[in-house]
């Protein structure tokens, strides 16, 4: 069983700049990918960004490129991802996950979810 907790939300203005952290503990295997999603109200919950088991390829959703990058360190199952030029639509809950089929990518295997950090955005 993997253990997710999400940290480093709040609120902020828009166009402030923010790092959310993710840690990973328990059976967390070496070929994970892992994945940042988020939840605005009223919403689905959508991928975002994430990153592949050896840390070198990142994915990106369309509506977050250029403003979102992902990173890894693999030695303490930790992700983050830094949000740059934050605008009102970044408003929601954020979720990390583990890709059990190891690509980080939009379409992989997340089963496990932590509790979430709120991000709002306020003009």
């Known amino acids: 069983q993997v253990h997710l907790v999400e940290s480093g939300g709040g609120l902020v203005q828009r166009g402030d700049s923010l790092t959310l952290s993710c840690q990973a503990d328990?059976?967390?295997?070496?070929?994970?990918?892992m994945g940042w999603f988020r939840q605005a109200p009223g919403k689905e919950r959508e991928f975002v960004g994430g990153?592949?088991?050896?840390?070198?390829?990142?994915y990106y959703a369309d509506s977050v490129k250029g403003r979102f990058t992902v990173s890894r360190d693999s030695s303490r199952n930790a992700m983050s991802l830094q949000i740059n030029d934050l605008k009102d639509e970044d408003t929601a809950i954020y979720y990390c996950?583990?890709?059990?089929w190891g690509s980080g990518g939009p379409r992989g295997l997340y089963r496990a979810w932590g509790q979430g950090t709120q991000v709002t955005v306020s003009s």
């Open positions: 996950s583990v890709d059990q």
């Open positions: 328990g059976r967390v295997e070496r070929h994970y990918g």
């Open positions: 990153i592949d088991a050896t840390g070198r390829r990142n």
